[in-house]
């Protein structure tokens, strides 16, 4: 689950460590998720230990038995961090991305893909056979978990849009990592 709407993801602004609270709207939007989520049994519950995240959880449901999960964290994204995408380029220029560009005195691609396949490795551990886990997070750190779960780079994680107070679903068709449902 990607956390409900903050003031700078409704401005387009990279949030990272930026400890930014939910919205009316973003709150509104965590509302909808016990619905979504009614009749799932989680066998464990990680969360970011960023507010949005933590409150997206609790107004789920789900805050007393979370477990904060540092590798959740959204990605790091150093200088741009409160910037959009156009100040970054008004800076670097047009080619400027968060997926292709480096980031000053940010983290690195790479070590948010490692992130992720922690993230990965502790919930299959969390229910091991059969078993749901529920993840509260951020948008890239999501997406780039999604693209890890299916063997594909980090780097991929740029091909899945995913909106705040969403739900996606990652699952298993026989011994075989699928998206199963994805920003609904």
Not at 18 to 33: H, V
Not at 40 to 48: D, L, M, N, P, Q
Request: glycine share 10%.
């Amino acid at each position: 689950m990607r956390h409900g709407e903050t003031t700078w993801s409704s401005d387009g602004r990279h949030t990272s460590t930026s400890d930014i609270p939910l919205t009316d709207r973003g709150r509104e939007r965590a509302l909808r998720l016990p619905g979504m989520l009614a009749g799932t049994k989680f066998g464990a519950v990680f969360t970011s230990p960023l507010q949005r995240a933590r409150d997206t959880c609790r107004i789920a449901g789900y805050g007393d038995v979370a477990v904060v999960e540092n590798n959740l964290q959204e990605w790091n994204y150093g200088e741009a961090e409160g910037k959009t995408t156009q100040e970054m380029r008004a800076i670097y220029g047009p080619q400027w991305s968060v997926w292709r560009s480096p980031l000053v005195n940010g983290e690195t691609l790479e070590h948010v893909g490692e992130r992720a396949d922690a993230v990965i490795a502790r919930s299959l551990a969390a229910v091991p056979g059969e078993g749901a886990v529920a993840l509260f997070a951020h948008a890239h750190i999501l997406r780039i978990l999604a693209a890890r779960w299916i063997g594909l780079p980090p780097s991929a994680g740029a091909l899945l849009a995913l909106e705040t107070g969403s739900v996606s679903v990652l699952a298993f068709e026989r011994e075989t990592r699928v998206i199963s449902k994805w920003n609904l």
